[in-house]
């Protein structure tokens, strides 16, 4: 009775284990049972595609090659004449770079790049123009808050394409916001990445000064690591020390703050100790970083002062126990006050660390009163952390408090702000003039060009996404900016005026500098989710479940639901499928009983979905053993498609369990499904 588990069908499961939904192993209870994902585990049974559906206009697979030279098949865009920096070790610069779907096929010189040009290829000349990766914020809020400005999620999203971010990292999630990062991913409004942390503990503690355990997502879940999916959950947030804000506490720092500060009702108020605010004791650190990385996880520990990094070393050197860091990718936040005894210790232990790009120089001197002028060098001592051999990453840390077009707020949204403030370590004032930064932050020199690594490759590793974004090599994600200059080039002064001009994730435009059209390729320019032109869909009057609609362009495309992405030529119609077999008959109906479809399109419902269901079939013997099993398919017409992206999110409820009569783990009892799936798919329309 065992029957073998596809490819199609494990990649399916995992898609939906992962995405938060229930379901997967066998289960008696009507309650979704969120399980994570297991190689293996017994699967929901969707009907494998039976016909070929056509691919994408040349299916090269494109692997990934880290040479410059052209893969095989036209490139749908190639981008030319222009300073491409790639950021890889061993092509660093070239001309042009070719684009085929959503990845890059050829980086290289310009007649190599040029000889990939097709019929349909768009030719878009950069006039010498920079391109490089898309910008990889490597800890942010900019999804998180957008509220405090009175601004959408879809809004937050807009603002950080605008500034040329194709993926960031949030880095404190709590289980509403994790919620809302879901929904938008399935209906296909994440149009940048999205790597998110949830929180292990609240930011603030409560009234008595004890931490607020909040726990979300991993005690059910494993992470999320599909670099196909826009949303992933690599990591779990800890806050290890405090921050200087209501409710959180100060810096952890091992020599107490000065007395002229502690007299002040500020540090009365917030600040709890004279050696400020530990939200862990050692051992419960200790566990706690043990237990996550056991589970899969990274941590990402915001830890801030001298004694709070202490701790937070300490707590990633008991969880690694000997083995290296490069491999678990444990993180410290913002490293605000480094002694210098604790550089080598960063040196070898080699956490990622993130660093403030855009530093508050303007307010230099007030570092001055709490710490005295002897501990100023600690504060600066980030900026050298980048030169110890580690991974060190960018911060700009956005979250809402400032306007994103303000430019004297050091927590800019604008990576070019964060690349200026880490080459010059100046910062801007409101009349444009910029605050000079004293001798001892000045001589810690950042160069631009491991500046912009710590915007580009190195946030990507420090998400383990470094092989499919962060650079421009053949295979990779076609994410990418084209700026008004060359920041390699330019004065360091001057790097703060570059603007991007192009945003491209994932081979589409997603945002296009006024004026500058002729650098943004018109077949790729994805129009915003709630403006897609969709072709009549029969939601009234169901159709008859074989009926597909008549029409003179193009035999009908079916596409299942358990697909991912799809891509399907232009005025050719779409039919969406989905399948269920089992071993009888009277399993069908009884899952026919049970099941409920909630099907959207283009972020609409799509009404009456249960009267598409066809009656029950024999299918053949699925599960090879010499009887016949039974299906029925759930077929919906939905007519012909507007070119562009076309999400479809599912979601499959059972509202009781229910058998398919087969054994697929076999433990020699049949496989029962409850709970709830759900589905993402992407249906790409060509023009
Ligand atoms: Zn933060």
Redesign the pocket.
Known sequence: MRKPISLLLLATFLACATSGCGGGGPSTTATPTPVPPTAGSPTVTPIAEETATPQAPTATPTGDESEATPSAGSANVIFHNGTVLTMEDDFPEVDAIGIQADKIIAAGKDEEVLALQGPETQLVDLAGRTLLPGFVEG???ILRFPDRAGKTLDEAVEVALRYGLTTVTE?CADGPFLEQLMEAERQGRLRLRVNVFPEYNAAILDDEGNRIYMGVWFPEHGPILDHDRRLRIPAIKIFVDGAFAPGRGCWAVTDPYSEEFQAEPFFQEICLSERGTLYFAQDELNRAVADLQASGFQVALHAAGDRGIDVALNAIEYALNGEPNERYRHRI?HNSMVRPDQLQRYATLKPLVSVRGYFNTCDQDEYVMPFGPERFEWIANRFVLPGLGIHAYAEG?F?WTADPADRTASRPVDPLLTLYGLVTHQQLREDGSACEPDPWIARHQIGVERALQMLTIEPAFAVSQEDVIGSLRPGKFADLVILSGDPLTVDPDAIKDLRVLMTMVGGYVEYCAPGHEALCPSTTLTPGPTDTAVAPTPTNTPAPPTATPTTESAAPVEISLTAEEKWVPANTPVVLRFGWVTDTPEQVAAFLGSVQLIVSLDGELVRDAGNYWSEIKEYGDHDVDGDMDYHAQWLYPVGVLSPGTHPVGTEMRLQWPVTDGFDSDGDGVSDEYSGTWELLLQIVVGE
């Open positions: 800890h942010a809020h880095l936040e840390d979250g």
